[in-house]
């Protein structure tokens, strides 16, 4: 496949432009697939380029020719519909915006067909690749690793309902919006082998619950705890300690430490300049993606394994997966 070969982006919302911007810049060109008159207009405005419209299937109907990679940055509704799509037209590489499903049924079914066909599909967590993340994450490497972390996932409701989503999508907020946090925090803290999980309240868009608590165990024997309460004032963070460092992560942009033996808080001074020019971590996480170095990408086989937590944590009726043969 040559080097300037088009990467498929699918769903041409504004997510879609921050990758066009980032492709633009690693000199690959796009070919960019949506639906409506409306959101494809928006993104001609923005990037000069006029995607196609009336949807994947109508532009596989014409057979273009295949693509090395693709990237689905659909609604949460559409993305394991369009990943599959993808996937039975035969590409091959494909990065998938987070959650990469509605529910564990359709990323399961992502799952199968990926195996079957020798496919590889990754979720995207961007902030993984934030320059403080990747900066934090060798210092804890250095350090001896993560002894102890919390987080909170508060979301601020009225943001959320003033969001155009689809049917369903706010009832899974949890998954759709608040697992960056999740995420983040596992993946520099550890996978979880225990955890205990407690949930209150409820909106007439969110039933489940309204305010989060937990805490639980690491693969790798941290402690850890985590909050939310999405009815009273907050916001995304998370914290972790090491012999010592405490790392903090409030904003998820900017790193801060303190230090063993003080109590006073450091800003710590890293090269964010991808992170200033683009979508904070999104030019790493492509970059990562369309040259094959995925160990800080969260791979479909992780996200399967997370998504009983995610449900846990968030109070969704979940029923307990059946391996995969």
């Known amino acids: 496949m040559p080097k300037n070969a088009p990467v498929w982006i699918v769903g041409v919302g504004p997510l879609s432009v921050e990758y066009w911007k980032v492709l633009t810049r690693l000199d690959r060109p ?184 937990g805490t639980g165990r690491s693969q790798s024997d941290a402690l850890f705890s985590y909050a939310a309460n999405w009815q009273a004032p907050g916001r995304w963070g998370a914290e972790f300690n090491t012999s010592n460092y405490r790392f903090i992560f409030r904003p998820m942009e900017k790193l801060q430490i303190v230090r063993k033996g003080s109590v006073r808080v450091e800003p710590v001074a890293v090269d964010n300049a991808l992170d200033v020019g683009f979508k904070p971590g999104l030019f790493v996480q492509t970059q990562r993606f369309l040259s094959g170095d995925l160990d800080d990408l969260c791979s479909l086989d992780e996200q399967i394994r997370r998504w009983p937590i995610y449900e846990k944590i968030a109070g969704y009726d979940h029923t307990p997966p059946k391996p995969l043969d």
């Open 30 to 213: 796009v070919t960019a697939i949506g639906r409506g008159a409306a959101s494809a207009n928006q993104y001609a405005d923005a990037t000069g380029e006029a995607p196609h419209q009336g949807g994947l299937q109508s532009f596989l109907a014409k057979r273009p020719t295949m693509p090395e990679f693709a990237i689905v940055a659909t609604g949460m509704e559409a993305l394991a519909h369009t990943t599959l799509q993808l996937l039975h037209y035969g590409v091959r590489r494909v990065l998938v915006e987070k959650p990469g499903a509605m529910t564990f049924e359709e990323l399961s079914a992502v799952q199968a067909l990926a195996k079957s066909t020798g496919a590889e599909v990754t979720i995207a967590y961007n902030r993984r690749l934030f320059s403080s993340v990747l900066h934090a994450k060798q210092m804890i490497l250095e350090d001896g690793g993560v002894q102890s972390f919390n987080f909170e996932f508060t979301e601020w409701s009225d943001r959320l309902l003033a969001a155009s989503k689809a049917p369903g999508v706010l009832e899974r907020c949890v998954l759709g919006n608040s697992s960056h946090v999740i995420d983040l925090a596992f993946h520099l803290g550890g996978e979880p082998c225990q955890i205990h999980c407690l949930t209150a309240g409820g909106f007439d868009w969110h039933p489940a619950a309204a305010v989060f608590a």
